[in-house]
T-cell receptor, first 115, second 111 residues
Framework: ETGVTQSPTHLIKTRGQQVTLRCSSQ?????VSWYQQALGQGPQFIFQ???????GRGNFPPRFSGLQFPNYSSELNVNALELDDSALYLC??????????????FGPGTRLLVL | SQQGEEDPQALSIQEGENATMNCSYK?????LQWYRQNSGRGLVHLIL?????REKHSGRLRVTLDTSKKSSSLLITASRAADTASYFC???????????FGQGTRLTINP
């Protein structure tokens, strides 16, 4: 157990809809990162938040956005869903301000299916 | 494109044998990490090796890093059925705020 939780575990949406995924980090972990993992692929970095500010972003369009709250919870929002957004979405928390330097503690993921 | 490339993509061995997985990468790194994933669930951290380290051990796991060749290997000794999973290397890129994962090696341990 990593102490990182995500909700919901599974979700089905239709194309064009919006979705919000939630993550609760380990207490004391100031950084949360979000990843998208398509079937049979490795996780792809979406973005990272440190103390409620985005401080790193991967090659994802602006319709992917996030929020981080002072109580170690965070959200990933995806607008105008597309079929290719179907994937496992993982959040990961870490202590410091740079995920590239540290061990990431992953949640179990939310599996999103877009029809 | 993926920074890390694992080799082989799939590996099937008998219980008790050793399993070796390799990872190659392209740019300068702060560290290289190995993670395990069971059946499309969350990733579990195994080992972090820093760019100035050459070898690290944790239980039945041994990781090596060769920065001159931009490659790493993960050795699992005396494999068990419970080691069946996908294994990913992830590189902490210098100057970037992220880990970059490879596509993984699917390891199957046959009883």
């Amino acid at each position: 157990e990593t102490g990182v939780t995500q909700s919901p575990t599974h979700l089905i949406k239709t194309r064009g809809q919006q979705v919000t995924l939630r993550c609760s980090s380990q207490s004391g972990h100031n950084t949360v990162s979000w990843y998208q993992q398509a079937l049979g692929q490795g996780p792809q970095f979406i973005f990272q938040y440190y103390r409620e500010e985005e401080n790193g972003r991967g090659n994802f369009p602006p319709r992917f956005s996030g929020l981080q709250f002072p109580n170690y919870s965070s959200e990933l929002n995806v607008n105008a869903l597309e079929l290719d957004d179907s994937a496992l979405y993982l959040c990961a928390s870490s202590l410091g301000d740079r995920a590239s330097f540290e061990t990431q503690y992953f949640g179990p993921g939310t599996r999103l299916l877009v029809l | 494109s993926q920074q890390g490339e694992e080799d082989p993509q799939a590996l099937s061995i008998q219980e008790g044998e050793n399993a070796t997985m390799n990872c190659s990468y392209k740019t300068s790194i702060n560290n290289l990490q190995w993670y395990r994933q069971n059946s499309g669930r969350g990733l579990v951290h195994l080992i972090l090796i820093r760019s100035n380290e050459r070898e690290k051990h944790s239980g039945r796991l041994r990781v090596t890093l060769d920065t001159s060749k931009k490659s790493s290997s993960l050795l699992i000794t005396a494999s068990r059925a419970a080691d069946t999973a996908s294994y990913f290397c992830a590189t902490g890129i210098q100057g970037a705020q992220k880990l970059v994962f490879g596509q993984g090696t699917r390891l199957t341990i046959n009883p």
